[in-house]
C-alpha cells in the first residue's frame, strides 16, 4: 500500500468510513517525496527515539521508522487509530500513543519509549496547533532536533531577521531557544484536502545555553511582548503601555538612552542582544 497514492488513501478511508475533521486541520499528504524528504532532513537514524504528533495515516511514520530506532506517534483522532494499526503492520519499532500531546506527561513518555535512544521530534503539524505544540516541544529541553511541516507565514516568521515584516515575538521566542533553519517548501496541491496556504518544512535545533546572557528571562519576554503589542507605536511608547504603571515616559525613556536607542526607535528594528541589555536596564529601573 502506498500512503501517499490517491487511490490508496480513498480506498483505505472508505474501508474505515473516515470522514476528514475540519476542527482538527487534518490534510493527508498525497506526494511521496514530502514524507521522505521530512524524514531526511530529521536527521533520524538507529540512534534515534523519534516523537511524532499527528501521524494521519502514516506516511510519515513509515519514513521515519525505517530510519530510526523507535517512533512514538501520538494521534488525538481515536478514528484514526484503527487505520494506523493497518498501516503500521510492517513497523515493529512504531508505538501509536492515542491522546492529546498538550496533555501528556512528555518527560515520561520518552523515558518509556526511548531508552537508550536520543530523543527527537518530527511531525506534520495541524495549523491550529503550530505554536502551543511548538512552545511545548522547545520548552520540554528533550528533543535534540526539532523538525516540522507547518504554515510557510508561521515558518517566515520564526526564522525572520530584526527590520522585517514577518519578525516578531515568536521568532525571539525561538531563537532565543533554538537555532531554527527553513529547509523547503511544500505546495498545497500535496495534500488532500488541499489547503488554502503553502506550508514549509523547517528544523529547530535547541540550544544548550541561551544565544544571550539574560538577567532575567520572565522581564525579557515581558519586553519583547510589550515591544510588538502594537507594532507601530515607537518602543518607547510600547514600554509605557506595557511598564507605564511602574516607570514614567522619561524614565523609560532614560532606559532607552542608557542602551543608545533613538526615542523613536521600533521594536522590530531590535535583535535578542538588544532586548538582552534593555532587560538589564530595565531591571535596574525598576528596582530603584
Known sequence: MDLCNLNDIKALLGRHGF???KSMGQNFLIEGWVPQDIAECSGADETSGVLEVGPGIGPLTAQLAQRAGKVAAVELDRSLLPILAETMVPYDNVAIIPGD?????????VAEQFSGL????????????????????????????ITVMIQREVALRICAA????DYGAFSIYCQYYTDPALLFDVPKECFLPAPKVTSAVIRLVPRSTPRVEVVDEALFFRLVKAAFAQRRKTLLNALSAGFGSHLDKEALRSVLEACGLPADVRGERLGIPEFAKLTAELKGKLRG
Open 162 to 165: 530584526p527590520g522585517t515584516a
Open 101 to 109: 500531546v498538550m496533555k501528556l506527561d512528555l518527560k515520561a513518555l
Open 118 to 145: 536520543t530523543p527527537m521530534a518530527c511531525a506534520n503539524l495541524p495549523y491550529n496547533i503550530t505554536t502551543p505544540v511548538l512552545t511545548l516541544l522547545v520548552e520540554s529541553g528533550l528533543f535534540s532536533a
Open 19 to 21: 470522514r476528514f475533521s
